[in-house]
């Protein structure tokens, strides 16, 4: 995934110009922020308020719940997966910007020098202080962002009929009845066998 995202974003900044880099370059670096905020929302959301959202039928919490159910799961897939992806894209973009900088002017090494380090420097403040500010509005809000998130997700349920996180405490009850399951069979098979 990371390969492709970055691929497409190599070849996107070699046919456009500096200023749609830039752009692309904050988008990659405002969805590692927005994911991170997700991760982190939703291992601070609590249950109870989400259950009875969903027993009320409100749109998108059912899968709101099902996510801070399984929240070491999505916070690892957007935190490490998805943070990790975007830094290393938004890396690529970065010195493939400094080098169109330094382009124009003739290739010197104290000219890529100053490019490289303002422009590392820049994605830096960004991610940084855009992962600060959504932690603290992750902590403060959390429900109210999984719910956001859990709208998403139903209409993406809806529009392709997938479900996209299971409930694992409905896979826990399949699991559950197993057993039973097994202990009627052993009863009728130690009947065959006597």
């Not at 200023?19 to 609590?46: C, N, Q, Y």
């Not at 801070?68 to 999505?74: C, E, F, I, M, N």
């Not at 303002?118 to 994605?123: A, E, K, L, Q, R």
């Not at 509005?137 to 998130?149: D, F, G, R, T």
């Amino acid at each position: 995934m990371a390969i492709s995202v970055s691929f497409v974003s190599k070849i996107l900044l070699g046919r456009v110009g500096l200023i749609l880099g830039l752009f692309v370059l904050l988008l990659i670096v405002g969805i590692g922020v927005i994911f991170d905020v997700i991760g982190t929302a939703v291992t601070a959301a609590k249950e109870r308020p989400l259950n009875a959202m969903a027993s009320k039928k409100v749109y998108g919490a059912k899968q709101a719940l099902r996510m801070t159910r399984s929240a070491d799961r999505v916070a690892s897939f957007c935190n490490d997966i998805i943070g990790d992806m975007t830094g290393t894209v938004s890396g690529a973009i970065g010195a493939a910007i400094a080098l169109e900088l330094v382009m124009p002017a003739g290739r010197s090494p104290a000219g890529e020098t100053v490019a490289s380090t303002v422009i590392v420097g820049f994605i830096a403040a960004l991610t940084v202080g855009g992962k600060a500010w959504g932690k603290n509005v992750a902590i403060s809000e959390p429900e109210q962002i999984i719910l956001a998130v859990g709208k998403v997700l139903a209409w993406l349920e809806g529009s392709t009929g997938l479900v996209i996180l299971p409930d694992p405490k409905a896979s826990n009850r399949k699991k559950n009845l197993c057993p039973a399951k097994k202990y009627a069979e052993g009863d009728s098979n130690s009947g065959k066998t006597s």
